[in-house]
């Protein structure tokens, strides 16, 4: 069912974009369960111009569990981890639920990085600090420049 | 974790807000995409809200001619689209399982589907939840309308799986009480031993006896001709029997506990309480054990002041010698942060050595080595010290205990802890750093403290603490024992004045010293203060020795004076 589901779910993206999913494809084309997606900094946010390349990984019984989703890019936000890619998000786990899609968590996530993250479960701690300790401006600019090198120029 | 509001993230599929939003997938080929240009001029596809598709349905047949068909038949209001495999009506085949409408919103799926789903949900290795010992909550994603499933019942298969369930939870309780059960139960024996060891074998025998019987008391029988009442008799009866002896039930086993506790500084606020429980709970049968005018006092009293003995003792102790062994301990301490004065010779070399590494290193080396010596001989002194508050305590549950049994035995075996020692205990901690100021070295000035930290924290010392604590009653028994060849046979032999009262034999005892019981505490007491006499006297001869040395001069022949 996993991979029947994931044609439909690239057919209808081909067909109907997403405006934060720029790429969303296999790695290779015999192997469906592994795919590679670019995703767009949202606008007017820190990472506004960054491309940010994930990996996303379906589990055999998709779409009951969750696909597990990483940056590859390296991302600077509270809820991801710098080093890994990991994603700090409950629909990755608990409140996942089969009617949502590749592209939709995609977009949760482009969403998560526009709505700043939570830093009370941080995995940027020193991100996570600085929003604590209220300095804003000080976490824009970081993450702005972590973009910047990063995300962007290629 | 960050979460975000679950249908936020399909409504951002559709980049037009105004668009209505029901399932997530259902408007997504419900509504044809239009090639639009945004305003930065990236080519974007966007969805038009209905209105607008039927104005452009004409370009975009034109424009994308083949895909014309399948826009025509998502069109269709029939058209039914699993929200988990995601295909649509118009794929069945008549092997695709039936669609099913579990909820009032316009979801619906294959039911083959929806039981995959709902089987992953109740996996138990795969639960996402956290009360994974209750069923999850199988709830539309959009409506949360739970849904319900109609599955044949088997008494015998819920029965197993409540009694599954059930054991799953036991699990936790189950492993707790036997870790307590464990611990009552070599707390008893540890405490049985104590006993015997303060009180000798007839005495220690007197006051344990009751938990030999209630131990190798024949269960209770049940024949079919007892009736229910003789049967709740029974019970009665043995639980009565044992209730009787509830004091060393519990004072026995918490002897061990408490002997460890009084080494902390928990026992200098609650010792001195015990002897008015013990006072406050006692049979009002046994009224010996609250006379307070006569000699030699009766085994609770004498165990009841112990705690404030070792109070007393303690005072005395902090007040008259601690200043002094502070000072002997800072004299054999390296003059980093002190007057030359006591250290001239060895210091000063070791000071102008300073700078080769070789010294340097070496310092360190015997530091360590020190240290461990230290701590060695400062636990077991804090140890012997500590047992005697632990004495002290378990003392008083052994009275408690034999005050029990007072009641049938006049002569109140009062299980004696060398709690008079317990004084002691906050001493030890000072001892063992002068051991360490015995080679001087880099330790700071504030070495007394740093020692005395590391003594009360480091694992070994907390092991040794509590085995020296739980050694104590066993060094009270053998200095008891001691005194016997010390003193005038008078003085420890029991004079038998009526040899049986109708209550039993009776004994009248001249001095405290008679009683095995009465050896054990004073010989525990006395442990302690010669302990800490000793231990002074170490460190007054230390310091003394130290201010003494000296650097030898080479006295052969002179190398490299070319």
């Not at chain 1, 439909?8 to 469906?32: C, G, I, W, Y």
């Not at chain 2, 002094?324 to 000063?348: F, H, S, T, V, Y």
């Not at chain 2, 802890?417 to 317990?422: E, L, P, T, W």
């Not at chain 2, 040899?499 to 004073?522: A, C, D, H, M, N």
Request: proline residues 9%; charged residues 20%; negative net charge.
């Amino acid at each position: 069912m996993a991979s029947k589901r994931l044609v439909k779910e690239l057919q209808t993206f081909h067909r109907d974009p997403s405006s934060a999913v720029l790429v969303l494809e296999p790695v290779s084309d015999d192997d469906l369960t592994n795919l590679r997606a670019v995703l767009k900094g949202p606008d007017d946010t820190a990472y506004e111009g960054g491309l940010f390349n994930l990996s996303i990984t379906i589990p055999p019984n998709y779409p009951s569990t969750p696909p597990s989703i990483h940056f590859l890019t390296p991302c600077c936000h509270p809820n991801v981890n710098f080093k890994t890619g990991e994603i700090c998000l409950d629909l990755l786990k608990t409140s996942w639920t089969p009617a949502y899609g590749v592209v939709s968590t995609l977009e949760a996530v482009q969403q998560l990085m526009g709505a700043g993250g939570e830093p009370d479960s941080p995995l940027n701690i020193d991100l996570a600090k600085l929003l604590r300790a209220g300095d804003l401006v000080g976490a824009e600019g970081l993450v702005r420049l972590m973009t910047r090198v990063h995300a962007m120029g290629r | 974790m960050a979460s975000l509001p679950p249908r936020q993230a399909s409504q951002t599929q559709r980049t037009n807000p105004d668009q209505p939003s029901n399932a997530p997938q259902q408007p997504q080929s419900a509504s044809p995409p239009v090639r639009t240009r945004s305003e930065d001029s990236q080519t974007l596809f966007l969805n038009k809200p209905e209105e607008e598709v039927a104005a452009s349905e004409a370009i975009q047949d034109a424009e994308r001619p083949q895909e014309s068909q399948k826009q025509g038949a998502d069109d269709d209001p029939n058209e039914k689209n699993c929200w988990i495999c995601f295909s649509d009506s118009s794929e069945d085949t008549p092997d695709t399982s039936p669609w099913r409408s579990p909820c009032p919103c316009a979801l619906v799926a294959h039911e083959a589907c929806l039981l995959d789903w709902v089987a992953d949900l109740e996996a138990p290795n795969n639960r996402r939840r956290n009360d994974y010992l209750s069923a999850p909550k199988i709830e539309c994603p959009q409506c949360k309308t739970e849904i319900k499933l109609a599955r044949p019942q088997n008494l015998v298969v819920d029965a197993v799986r409540g009694i599954e369930r059930l054991g799953g939870q036991l699990v936790t309780p189950g492993a707790v009480s036997i870790l307590v059960g464990t611990l009552y139960h070599s707390s008893m024996a540890w405490g049985v031993q104590s006993i015997y060891a303060v009180f000798g074998s007839e005495d220690g025998y007197r006051i344990l006896h009751p938990l030999v019987q209630n131990a190798l008391r024949a269960p209770i029988e049940f024949t079919n001709t007892m009736t229910s009442r003789q049967i709740s008799q029974e019970i009665l009866r043995a639980t009565l029997v044992h209730l009787q002896h509830w004091r060393l039930y519990i004072g026995i086993p918490l002897i061990a506990p408490v002997l460890v506790l009084s080494r902390t500084t928990l026992a200098d606020a609650m010792l001195p309480v015990l002897p008015i429980v013990f006072f406050v709970t006692q049979n009002a049968t046994s009224p010996e054990t609250i006379d307070f005018g006569t000699w030699p006092p009766s085994a609770s009293m004498a165990f009841a002041m112990v705690p404030y003995l070792r109070s007393a003792y303690n005072y005395y102790y902090r007040q008259v010698w601690a200043p002094k062994e502070r000072q002997w301990l800072k004299a054999i301490q390296p003059r980093l942060n002190q007057d030359a004065g006591n250290a001239e010779g060895g210091n000063g070399e070791q000071g102008a050595a300073g700078g080769e590494q070789d010294m340097g290193n070496l310092g360190p080396r015997e530091d360590d080595d020190n240290v461990f010596e230290v701590r060695i001989d400062g636990n077991i002194w804090e140890d012997w010290e500590d047992t005697d508050d632990e004495d002290a305590a378990a003392a008083q549950q052994a009275i408690d205990a034999a005050i029990a049994q007072a009641a049938q035995q006049p002569h109140g075996q009062e299980p004696l802890g060398d709690n008079a020692n317990a004084e002691g205990a906050e001493q030890p901690a000072q001892n063992p750093d002068p051991q360490q100021p015995q080679q001087p070295q880099p330790q700071q000035p504030a070495a007394p403290a740093g020692g005395e930290r590391r003594l009360s924290f480091s694992p070994t010392a907390i092991a040794e603490t509590v085995l020296g604590a739980l050694m104590f009653p066993a060094i009270a028994g053998v200095s008891g024992e001691l005194l016997k060849f010390w003193l005038p046979r008078s003085w420890t032999t029991p004079v038998f004045n009526t040899p049986y009262t109708f209550l039993g034999r009776r004994r009248i005892g001249r001095g405290l010293l008679q009683e095995k019981w009465g050896r054990s505490l004073v010989g525990g007491c006395l442990f302690v203060v010669l302990k800490d006499a000793v231990m002074l006297y170490v460190r007054w001869k230390m310091a003394e020795m130290h201010r003494k040395r000296r650097v030898v001069d080479w006295n052969g022949p002179r190398r490299g004076r070319a």
